[in-house]
């Protein structure tokens, strides 16, 4: 098993316009090059989100505590290309992410709630989620659906992201079904720009940064979409109806 050094990074939000995006793109253009991954010049991402039974990710967040974590599972453009256990966590204003590969069919199970498998798995994401699942009742929340475009400077290790059409998903916490009904959460001239780095924050991508861009740090995606579909996702449901699991 491979273990690697914990590697901290800071992350800044902003709430911007589809105006500001144009004119950092054509600046981004000359410095940044898009991620290797990006067929066109976005892909969406999906997350379902998890939370414990005093939901604290939410409750957390919310009163602002400096140091807390939340736990999603996720895929890309709808498929099982890679599915993704990831853990978020949050120092300050330093992230750090944890991820572990799952099947579609471990997805299912967890969803099912049969969560013996992740005591066996050989990644220790896995093995901790499922403690947090049995001993703190760590269950699904939310889906949280958005397009990415991605952009990269090597030095600094520097990833400026636009994430657009952020929405809520309703209706079942299947992640694979694509025609899940959503909700949207911004407004419709608004999205959300994301500057992360490890070793430095260069000047010049600085200032490509609109000095009327609001920061976004206040809130999240994940709270935006629990709070937007919590009337079709209640706990309190999720939890009756599947309490014998």
């Known amino acids: 098993m491979k273990v690697t050094k914990e590697t901290f990074r800071h992350e800044q939000k902003y709430l911007i316009s589809k105006k500001d995006q144009t004119l950092i793109r054509q600046r981004l253009k000359d410095i ?7 067929k066109e010049r976005s892909y969406t991402i999906r997350s379902l989100y998890f939370d414990d039974y005093w939901n604290s990710a939410y409750e957390e967040k919310e009163a602002g505590i400096l140091m807390r974590k939340k736990y999603r599972i996720r895929i890309y453009n709808f498929t099982d290309d890679v599915i993704k256990l990831e853990r978020k966590r949050k120092h300050g204003a330093y992230i750090y992410k944890e991820d572990a590969p799952l099947t579609r069919e471990e997805f299912y199970k967890i969803l099912d709630g049969d969560y013996q498998f992740l005591l066996k798995s ?11 699942c049995v001993t703190n009742q760590m269950r699904p929340r939310t889906i949280v659906d958005y397009e990415r475009e991605p952009w990269i400077l090597e030095a600094g290790t520097v990833r400026v992201t636009f994430d657009e059409n952020v929405r809520a998903a309703v209706g079942s916490f299947d992640i694979f ?6 909700l949207e959460v911004l407004e419709e001239d608004k ?6 780095y490890t070793e430095f924050y260069p000047d010049i991508v600085k200032a490509i940064v609109p000095a009327d861009a609001t920061e976004y740090t206040a809130v999240s995606k994940y709270v935006l979409c629990y709070d937007k579909s919590n ?13 014998s699991k």
């Open 32 to 38: 940044l090059h898009l991620d290797k991954h990006v």
């Open 122 to 132: 050989p990644h220790p994401l896995c093995q901790e989620f499922y403690v947090e």
């Open 177 to 182: 079904d694509a025609n899940l009904p959503t």
């Open 191 to 196: 999205l959300v720009m994301e500057v992360k």
């Open 231 to 243: 009337y079709k996702h209640s706990f309190n449901n999720y939890w009756y109806e599947n309490g």
